[in-house]
């Protein structure tokens, strides 16, 4: 519990002076103390009872800003600015982040153990090391924004000693790099499948055109999440061309359209 107490001294020159101390006890030792003092009894008494007002709501050392890393995602993703602005990769593993045993760690108790835990549970569920690494990936890039952006403590520092470990186990890394295209076999197996899923249960007039997909991404290598934000103000055909907006980089997520020819053999 915190108080404190004024007491007033008089010094050489006969001035008085008001000095105004702080203490904290716990079982009744006391835990804290701290001493200011003043010119005037009404300053010296305002920094008593802010000062004891703010150890009472904050604590001797001060308030525990962090949370269970599953509150963090809930707030990452109730947040527009940042939420719009996720693909679809990521918004499916901070969901399935969000229901996997490290959700209840704390953000700022979080260690590389905790981490080759998760990793080995994923792999214990038939994740391959580079799907896990997504995992790592887009859960530190959460916790990068906690204090930023939500005023929370997150143990971000983690990472950087855990990652090293984690690849050192395999338990993360690279996609392996592939070896072949399928074949025209293989490719008539996957279009028989999508005509009868592109036919089954239909909603109303709409369908999804999955054979027009699957030939548009082979002619032209796009991803399928570029394929399916493709818009007719975007095809120009007198060039038999189409702009891809936004298109996968590395390092520059927005505004990297590209224009592609191929879509003069699809039109």
């Not at 599953?70 to 940042?82: A, E, H, I």
């Not at 055909?237 to 592609?260: E, L, Y």
């Amino acid at each position: 519990m915190a108080s404190y107490t004024i007491e007033t001294r008089k010094l050489k020159s006969g001035d008085l002076r008001d000095k105004t101390t702080v203490f904290v006890k716990q079982n009744p030792r006391i835990i804290h103390r701290e001493s200011k003092t003043f010119k005037r009894k009404t300053l010296a008494k305002s920094f008593g009872v802010k000062r004891t007002s703010e150890l009472e709501d904050q604590g001797v050392f001060g308030k525990d800003r962090s949370v269970p890393l599953g509150v963090l995602l809930d707030k990452f993703m109730g947040d527009r600015d940042l939420w719009d602005k996720t693909g679809r990769t990521k918004r499916y593993v901070l969901r399935l982040l969000r229901d996997c045993d490290i959700a209840k760690i704390n953000s700022k108790e979080i260690r590389t153990s905790d981490l080759i835990e998760h990793c080995r549970n994923r792999r214990s569920g038939g994740a391959g090391p580079a799907t896990i690494n997504h995992d790592i990936a887009y859960l530190r890039s959460v916790m990068k924004k906690a204090n930023p952006v939500f005023n929370i403590d997150a143990n971000v520092s983690v990472f950087e000693e855990a990652v090293p470990v984690l690849i050192d186990m395999g338990l993360i890394g690279t996609s392996q790099k592939r070896t072949r295209r399928p074949t025209g076999e293989e490719l008539e197996q996957l279009r028989q499948s999508l005509q009868r899923r592109q036919t089954h249960r239909p909603n109303g007039n709409v369908r999804i055109p999955y054979l027009d997909i699957l030939d548009f991404s082979i002619l032209t290598c796009m991803r399928i999440g570029e394929v399916c934000s493709l818009r007719w103000e975007d095809l120009n055909q007198a060039h038999k061309t189409i702009t891809v907006r936004d298109r996968k980089d590395p390092r520059k997520k927005q505004g990297n359209h590209m224009i592609v020819s191929p879509a003069g053999r699809i039109v």
